[in-house]
């Protein structure tokens, strides 16, 4: 059918195709004995059918009481004869009559497409007033309703003479985006109106077998009944959640797709409001266990007849009309069943409290020798009570609670009456004999409580008799809640027993968001309970209380782990809490996982040493190694910090340092932030009570980077080389507390006088409170008379004795600065990891060490000299990294003028040595990138190059005008407009050619990255000069130069530049080299004007530089490398046909205008020709990938 049915609210059309039993169960009366339809009729549907109202109602039957079907009813009015046409109209309206409202609409529907319209049907199906909850008023006589009522209306569906049915037609007018766009907002609506109607629906869909056919089913064993769609639901999602929770994966997923129309992430999608079974494991573990019979509780006086049932007095009720609906018959049945599951449970219950009760009967048997006396006082004083005959048969029957006396004559139809008088006295006075061991005071003060009396009435009934009135008070004690309601607790111990049998059935009824609010009471029942089983049935709760506890909720239930274990000590908690971390170690949710990891942290000062050490280790070990959650390693590894602190087990130092490495691994940075924070503070704090702070751990981390380094000589793994660094770095603070701590002059620490308060930046910013120093040492008064002595014997008394600071001088100073020098000059990185271990080092030991120990070391080690630097001979010390971590590690640790003097003179020196003698400038740069990313240290740097400037030597000249291109980035255009650029013109006006092409590159990176037009002008003219000006046309190394700043700051810089500037004289150097005669300067600039071209054909050029420069430039390169280089010539074939098609559909392609030259390659033959050409290239480099890499 092409037209939409609005009406349609089925969830599937697959789920209706596997409801057969529910058709048959609709068509059948509930006077019929059998299913099926009547035989005979020629218009019933065969049993597979599935029919159209079946959703809306699935359980309607006539209301006449005649015994025929809505369906038949509705097909008797067009059987008569073969030969009787019956009309459209009288079929139209039996539907309406019998509300088959969905088969009206799409029987409507098929006329309107026949081009008929039925006036009854389009009155019905336009007035909204059909479609809405009738409320207070009586529904028609023949009007029949489903089990949810009256068809309620759904308020986002419109109305049938709403719908725009030429939306849906052929005719192609109506744009289609429109049309989508209504079809997915019907879609939604309709979605979720199924949604509102799961919920009646699901019950409806349970209840259409028949109780008569369930009893056909039952009588019958070997008659199955068949699978209804909301069990095959339920079973399937059972059955998936099964093989996941088993590592089934593949099968969970074939499993998945076999039923695509089900969500097995949502148990909600089974039916709504209908309770989550146990999982398939629970299922078959009690599917053996046969419960005890209903005869079984009469022995024990719990078996209740109907009649008996709280508020419900079914068995008083006269007997079910023969009248009665089928919907009426099914919640009769539903009702019983309740009942019956009610009873089983209180059952169980009830055979749990007796066994208890019997066995503390055993026990005051044991204890007691004679009854107590308020017990014997309640017998002499209560006879004239009808029932006391029975609560002195035995001592064991009077000892019975409320909820299961012994039975009386009347076999349990009525009420025991005993609990409002004599057995909660009894009761009470045998628990308070049980519990006057442990609670003395409490036993003294029942003892001497007068027992309760009541009047009695001066009365001649029999006690049946008296029983059988009192019956009638509807009181209930034979139920689980009725036993808890009917006795009072009346001691501590009774309190304990009543909560730890309450609180299983209060928890899982409180809202999750409000859960929290029970910790309290089940700390204090787990801690006072005198059952393990009940305690540990009570702290699993605690542990599942939350199914996803956040951050707040965590930190509630550790504050309860916490107080637990102090009230109970280490032996219960390791017992009964640390079960419960261990069952939840692998657990689904990472919010479970991550409350195991920060209670292991937490319960670590309560355990016992041995376990702290072995399990709690081992559990967070494995927790460190195999859980994927960032969140919970970072928990780990900030608990084995705390474990680490408690652990006094010398033997387990090689697995914290392993554990130390592992963590320092990890992908996750706020992972390796926690190890710093905390991990490697509490470590190094245990080895420093160890001794082997500096004798294991410091040398082992220096043996590590020293053997990365012997391996690495063709390519360093630089991300090892900064875990190890960064260990080292957080081991300065404790290092320096223990030069401290066994320093000479620890006797003479005096706390009292005036102690001056330590400098804000004497140390550098801690990573966390325990990397503080004055943390570590104890107090920060206490370290500041530390420093005070520390200073004063450096200055004035040497470091003889002091060993901890000669192996500190003597040893590891030597061992860094040798490291530093065979790391790679080049890698930035490793020179910053480097320059801020330093930083930090020299900042915490102080400026009097660092003046006397540090600096001494490096300047005989760099030996400045006016000598030249000899690679051959070994003195190339000036070109490792040694000079740049020297400058900036140790050199900038203070800001002082006489500090900022040795600094430039350092660089100064550096400079001029490295020029004289033709040196690499890999150091030189080092520092100047390393110096430069500082705004502070920018004039500084000037200071720097302003004297190679005027420096007499034409080569210190030419590195300084090379330095200047890396300073200048992040420079501020003031200072570039004051002192680069005049310095830069200066190098201009001296007639070395070297020192002036030297500058071309920092006049580049003033034009990319200045925006003031005056300095930019002046730059521009400079530039101009040296392409225009004759004296420079035969200088080869000139052009190369210009030609690769072009290709370099061209993409970056101002349009109008680069269009009026870059292009013309590229176009103008790419003609001059056609009539290059010297074949390698003319395929040098040839190679260079390429790469040039490349990376400038990503930005957007106007049609008429385009024209006249791109154009003709690319043209003259072509005419190169048709003679030189034959696979470039391919490429810029390619680019020109691109860039002529750009200029042919400009007219069409202004709105694209903005697209880059490379990224509108003609199809993916030319792409894919143009690629694997350029795969042949070596000389091209990565500049022209990126034109490939903007296209998205």
């Known amino acids: 059918m092409a037209s939409v049915n609005p009406f349609n609210l089925s969830d599937s059309e697959e789920e209706a195709e596997r409801r057969p039993n529910e058709t048959v169960d609709t068509e059948r009366s509930p006077s019929d004995g059998a299913p099926g339809p009547p035989p005979g009729n020629p218009f019933s ?146 979605k979720e109106t199924i949604q509102a109607l799961r919920a009646n629906l699901t019950q409806a869909a349970e209840s259409e077998v028949p109780s008569q056919e369930r009893k056909n089913f039952k009588s019958s064993p070997e008659i199955q009944e068949p699978i209804r769609p909301l069990e095959k639901r ?110 089983n449970n209180e059952k169980q219950s009830l055979a749990e409290q007796i066994k208890k009760l019997q066995s503390e009967i055993q026990t005051l048997k044991r204890t007691v020798s004679s009854p107590p006396p308020a017990t014997l006082d309640l017998g002499s004083q209560n006879t004239t009570n009808p029932s006391s005959s029975t609560t002195t048969n035995t001592s064991s029957t009077a000892l019975l609670p409320v909820s299961c006396p012994q039975p009386p004559t009347d076999n349990g139809q009525y009420l025991d009456i005993r609990g409002v008088s004599e057995p909660e006295t009894v009761l009470n006075s045998a628990s308070t004999q049980n519990t006057s061991h442990p609670h003395p005071q409490s036993h003294s003060k029942l003892k001497s409580r007068p027992p309760v009396q009541f009047d009695q009435p001066n009365r001649k009934l029999s006690p049946a008799f008296l029983q059988a009135l009192l019956s009638f008070c509807r009181m209930c004690s034979d139920s689980r809640l009725g036993a808890e309601v009917s006795r009072i607790a009346d001691s501590e111990e009774s309190v304990m027993l009543m909560l730890g049998r309450c609180l299983p059935h209060i928890v899982p009824n409180v809202l999750l968001a409000k859960r929290e609010e029970l910790i309290p009471l089940i700390l204090c029942t787990a801690c006072l309970h005198p059952e393990p089983k009940e305690r540990d049935q009570l702290l699993h709760i605690l542990f599942n209380l939350i199914k996803r506890p956040d951050d707040e909720q965590r930190q509630m239930i550790l504050t309860g782990c916490v107080a637990f274990a102090r009230h109970v000590g280490p032996t219960r908690v390791e017992a009964e809490l640390l079960p419960q971390c261990w069952e939840q170690i692998n657990h689904k949710y990472p919010e479970r996982r991550l409350l195991v990891a920060e209670s292991c942290g937490a319960l670590a000062p309560y355990l016992p040493k041995e376990i702290r050490s072995s399990l709690v280790l081992s559990m ?82 220096l043996a590590r980077i020293e053997k990365l380094l012997m391996q690495g000589e063709h390519g360093l793994d630089e991300h090892k080389l900064h875990v190890f660094l960064s260990a080292l770095q957080s081991l300065i603070p404790p290092l320096f507390a223990v030069v401290l701590q066994n320093a000479p002059f620890t006797s003479r620490v005096k706390l009292h006088g005036d102690i001056p308060a330590i400098e804000v930046t004497r140390f550098p910013r801690p990573a966390s409170p325990l990397q503080d120093v004055a943390t570590i040492i104890g107090s920060r008064e206490m370290l500041s008379a530390l420093l005070l002595l520390y200073d004063h014997q450096l200055e004035h008394e040497g470091t003889t004795g002091w060993d901890s600071l000669l192996w500190v001088v003597n040893q590891l100073l030597p061992q860094l600065i040798e490291i530093v020098g065979r790391i790679n000059v080049t890698s930035s990185t490793c020179v910053h990891e480097f320059s801020r271990f330093f930083w930090r080092f020299c900042r915490t030991f102080g400026k009097i060490f660092t003046n006397t120990k540090v600096k001494p070391q490096f300047q005989e080690i760099l030996r400045l000299s006016e000598e030249n630097v000899d690679v051959s001979a070994g003195n190339d010390i000036l070109t490792k990294a040694t000079v740049p971590i020297y400058a900036t ?82 420079m501020s ?20 050619f070297s020192v002036r092409i030297s500058t071309i590159p920092a006049f580049g990176t003033i034009m990319e990255t200045v ?78 004007l390429f790469e040039a071209y490349s990376a400038l054909s990503c930005c957007f050029i106007s049609e008429e530089v385009m024209v006249n420069h791109f154009l003709p430039g690319l043209r003259c390169l072509r005419a190169d490398m048709e003679q030189l280089s034959p696979e470039h010539e391919v490429i810029l074939s390619s680019m020109i046909k691109e860039c002529e098609i750009k200029v042919e559909n400009r007219g069409m392609a202004d709105a694209q205008g903005s697209m880059s030259i490379a990224s509108s390659l003609v199809g993916e033959d030319a792409k894919t020709k143009f690629l694997s050409k350029m795969g042949q290239l070596t000389t091209s480099g990565a500049m022209l990938a990126n034109v490939f890499q903007r296209k998205k």
């Open 45 to 190: 549907p065969p049993a597979d059918a599935e029919p159209p109202t079946l959703l809306l109602s699935s359980n309607r039957t006539s209301p006449s009481g005649e015994g025929i079907s809505v369906s038949v009813a509705a097909t008797s009015a067009m059987a008569g004869s073969a030969e009787t046409r019956v009309s459209v109209d009288v079929i139209a309206a039996q539907l309406l009559r019998d509300q088959y409202i969905l088969t009206a609409l799409e029987f409507y529907t098929e006329l309107l497409e026949a081009g008929r319209e039925l006036p009854r049907l389009r009155d019905y199906f336009s007035n909204p007033g059909n479609f809405e909850r009738q409320s207070g008023t009586p529904p028609a006589k023949d009007q029949v309703f489903g089990p949810g009522g009256p068809l309620n209306r759904a308020g986002s569906i419109s109305t049938l003479d709403s719908l725009d049915f030429a939306r849906y037609s052929d005719d192609g007018n109506r744009e289609s985006d429109e049309r989508v766009a209504v079809l997915e907002f019907e879609l939604r609506k309709a």
């Open 234 to 343: 339920a079973l399937n999602f059972l059955v998936n959640e099964y093989l996941l929770k088993n590592e089934y994966k593949l099968s969970s997923i074939t499993f998945s797709d076999e039923n695509d129309d089900q969500d097995f992430e949502l148990w909600d999608d089974v039916g709504l409001n209908i309770p989550k079974p146990p999982d398939l494991l629970q299922l078959y573990r009690n599917c053996g266990t046969p419960l005890p019979s209903p005869r079984d509780t009469v022995d024990v006086s719990v078996g209740v007849d109907f009649g008996d049932l709280p508020g419900n007095c079914i068995a008083q009720d006269p007997p079910k009309k023969p009248d009665l609906s089928q919907q009426q018959q099914t919640e009769v049945v539903q009702e019983l069943e309740y009942q019956i599951s009610l009873l």
């Open 620 to 701: 967070l070990q494995q927790m460190l190694t195999e859980d994927k959650a960032d969140m919970v390693r970072e928990a780990v590894v900030k608990s084995l910090g705390i474990i680490m602190g408690y652990i006094d087990d010398p033997d387990k130092y090689s697995q914290g340092f392993e554990l130390m490495l592992l963590s320092l691994g990890d992908p996750s940075e706020r992972v390796v932030s926690a190890v710093h924070q905390v991990f490697i503070p509490a470590f190094a704090a245990w080895t420093t009570e160890l001794g082997t702070l500096h004798t294991a751990l410091i040398p082992s981390l």
């Open 889 to 970: 590690g140790v050199l900038t640790c203070y800001n002082q003028e006489e500090d900022r003097k040795l600094l430039v003179g350092f660089l100064e020196d550096v400079m001029t040595t490295l020029s004289l003698s033709h040196a690499p400038l890999d150091s030189l740069k080092a520092s100047f990138v390393e110096l430069g990313a500082n705004p502070v240290y920018h004039e500084l740097l000037l200071t720097v190059l302003w004297y190679g400037v005027v420096h007499t030597s034409a080569l210190v000249r030419c590195t300084a005008a090379r330095m200047f291109e890396l300073v200048l980035r992040g």
């Open 973 to 992: 255009e003031a200072l570039v407009d004051r002192r680069a650029a005049p310095a830069l013109i200066t190098l201009c006006s001296g007639p070395e």
């Open 1011 to 1088: 925006t003031q037009k005056e300095l930019l002008e002046r730059v521009k003219m400079q530039l101009a000069s040296f392409l225009e000006d004759p004296q420079y046309q035969d200088q080869h190394s000139l052009h190369m130069e210009i030609i690769r700043t072009f290709g370099r700051v061209g993409p970056n810089a101002e349009p109008r530049f680069r269009d009026e500037f870059v292009l013309p004289h590229l176009h103008k150097l790419a003609l001059a080299n056609n009539s290059q005669t010297v074949e390698s300067k003319r395929i040098d600039i040839a190679t260079q």
